[in-house]
């Protein structure tokens, strides 16, 4: 008798058949873009692949063959600075490894867990952006036919997790301000939408915590700079507006601190203003803005070798592997306290 695996069997081209009341050759034709389907019997047979969570089984057999030669990667959107250092550092990565990389977005994908379970017949391997909004059916059922890896999100069965640690940074940054007196510190972003910004505010409350206060809630905002004008714009008509902000990301925290100055506050006297990521335009606002630097590149990296090494059968899998992030110290946090350990933060 063979031992136990503990994986269930993964689902069949014949289970999705026997669904949608079709033979395999229909679902084979469906799933290749064959236009000789009928529109009718087509949804059919996609509803009982996402209903089953389907994986075509080419990607197991390319898994065998090493046919592909390829990873994917799936993120949420492009935007921004932080996506092109994942970019950088995964495609370089598995590029020195001899292997090609095949990209899909989210943003604007009505059909993106079908899209990402296409992708997977087509790679060795897959990488996935933890903020992507893959559901947790679609991973598990990924991860049994392919390796997964998970970048920046949160466990998932099967799958092999990298990311970075945002709390202790972000603990740092809000006592800065706190120990210098801020007693309205702010924190903005959305804690739901992603793994490690909830981190980062789980940080933000830790360290009021410790001072003895409650943390107030979070101004909840997506994370590009838009959202950082409109907060700016809330923030200055309130009757006592914060004296501080710890920003979930540098788009919002560069956004929001140019509104406030254009509206005549000033930054860090009336107002101190943090981000996150230490994205290239942090170091030549006026102030220079505060903010933690994460090893986003190094992370991306890390997630193509261990992807790399699964495929070639490493058996050591399943890890979570954590990289910590610096807390950088420029003008928009305001001046240096004597009680911030200096081997703890670095100056630019």
């Known amino acids: 008798m063979a031992a136990a695996t503990g994986r269930t069997r993964p689902t069949t081209i014949y289970s999705v058949a026997e669904r949608a009341g079709v033979s395999i050759a ?5 799933l290749q873009g064959s236009s000789v389907v009928t529109p009718a019997t087509r949804e059919r047979v996609l509803e009982a692949v996402d209903g089953l969570g389907y994986v075509p089984l080419g990607a197991a057999r390319s898994l065998a063959a090493r046919r592909y030669e390829s990873h994917g ?13 994942v970019l950088i550092g995964f495609e370089s990565t598995a590029g020195s490894l001899g292997q090609s990389v095949v990209l899909v977005v989210a943003q604007g994908r009505a059909d993106f867990a079908r899209a990402a379970r296409t992708l997977a017949a087509r790679v060795d391997g897959l990488a996935v952006m933890g903020s992507a909004g893959l559901p947790t059916s679609t991973m598990a059922a990924l991860a049994q036919r392919i390796p997964v890896v998970v970048i920046a999100g949160t466990e998932q069965t099967g799958c092999e997790l990298v990311r970075a640690d945002s709390l202790p940074g972000a603990k740092q940054l809000t006592l800065r301000l706190l120990r210098a007196g801020r007693n309205r510190v702010c924190f903005i972003g959305d804690p739901d939408q992603a793994v490690d910004v909830a981190e980062r505010y789980d940080g933000f409350k830790a360290a009021h915590h410790e001072r003895g206060l409650e943390a107030p809630a979070p101004v909840r905002c997506r994370f590009d700079e838009s959202a950082g004008v409109n907060v700016a714009d809330r923030l200055v008509r309130m009757a006592e507006p914060p004296d501080a902000l710890v920003c979930a990301n540098d788009l919002v925290a560069v956004a929001a601190m140019n509104r406030l100055q254009q509206k005549g506050v000033r930054v860090p006297d009336d107002m101190a203003v943090t981000g996150w990521d230490d994205i290239l335009a942090a170091r030549y606002t006026r102030p220079r803005l505060t903010t933690a630097r994460q090893p986003v590149r190094e992370l991306a990296a890390l997630g193509a070798r261990r992807l790399h090494e699964r495929i070639n059968g490493d058996e050591d899998w399943g890890a979570t592997h954590v990289l910590p992030c610096e807390v950088v110290i420029r003008e928009s946090c305001g001046t240096k306290h004597p009680n911030i350990p200096k081997k703890k933060v670095s100056s630019i």
Do not use: N, Q
């Open 73 to 85: 990667l799936i993120l949420p959107e492009l935007g921004g600075d932080y996506y092109a250092d």
């Open 26 to 30: 229909t679902v084979s034709r469906v």
